[in-house]
């Protein structure tokens, strides 16, 4: 399996819900990223988990807070959103947390925040 | 700091004629550069990075560390090179890769 697969693809929330995105990945890759993407933007980076241990945090509001559970998931607990926070999540993995390691991409969750 | 620039957020080619997107990096240590593309309604994927040396869908880029580029160049452009294109730095001791804005290519038929 070389693909990372996000789950659910679209997801509409209020402002007051809880949710989660799911992400996976079996290649056996040891880093893993939650970027965030604006429209005919570049991916932002959100956090960088490195052997299931968080290693950045980019200065991203408490409102996401994500999760490893182990090697293969990563997950990002939604809570309080903001209409501004409407975007496209994208899961990254890739080999090891390095600047020098290539990046796969899941497909992303459009969300929208009502 | 790692920066990228993408100097042009659109670039419009014929089919057949020669395509360059220009990526201009800073970085003070020893760079990485990629290309990463995003076809319509696909996931955003690697293209290719500079240690490679190759050539994919008859795409290449060369590092010129003088120049502090990584231009992404095709021959004769086709209409299924229609994408955005992200030229990325990493490298050695970077914390993390940093995306330029963008290029929109659109190949006329």
């Known amino acids: 399996d070389t693909e990372v697969t996000q789950t659910p693809k679209h997801l509409v929330m209020g402002m007051t819900n809880k949710k989660s995105l799911k992400c996976e990945q079996h290649m056996g890759h040891r880093a893993m990223y939650w970027y965030k993407q604006k429209a005919k933007k570049p991916p932002e980076l959100m956090f960088v988990y490195s052997y299931e241990k968080l290693s950045i945090n980019e200065s991203v509001p408490s409102r996401f807070s994500p999760e490893c559970p182990n090697s293969s998931l990563l997950n990002l607990h939604l809570h309080a959103l903001q209409p501004e926070d409407s975007a496209l999540y994208l899961c990254a993995s890739s080999q090891d947390w390095a600047g020098s390691s290539p990046l796969h991409f899941g497909n992303g969750t459009r969300l929208t925040v009502t | 700091a790692q920066r990228v620039t993408q100097p042009e957020k659109l670039l419009s080619v014929f089919k057949g004629a020669p395509v360059e997107l220009k990526c201009n990096y800073s970085?003070?240590?020893?760079?990485?550069l990629f290309w990463y593309v995003q076809y319509s309604r696909q996931r955003l994927q690697l293209l290719l990075r500079h240690i490679s040396r190759e050539s994919i869908k008859g795409f290449t880029a060369d590092l010129n560390k003088g120049e502090t580029s990584f231009h992404l160049k095709k021959p004769f452009a086709q209409e299924e090179d229609s994408a955005m294109y992200y030229c990325a730095l990493g490298g050695r001791g970077a914390q993390k890769l940093v995306f330029g804005q963008g290029t929109r290519l659109t190949i006329n038929p």
């Open positions: 970085y003070s240590g020893s760079p990485e």
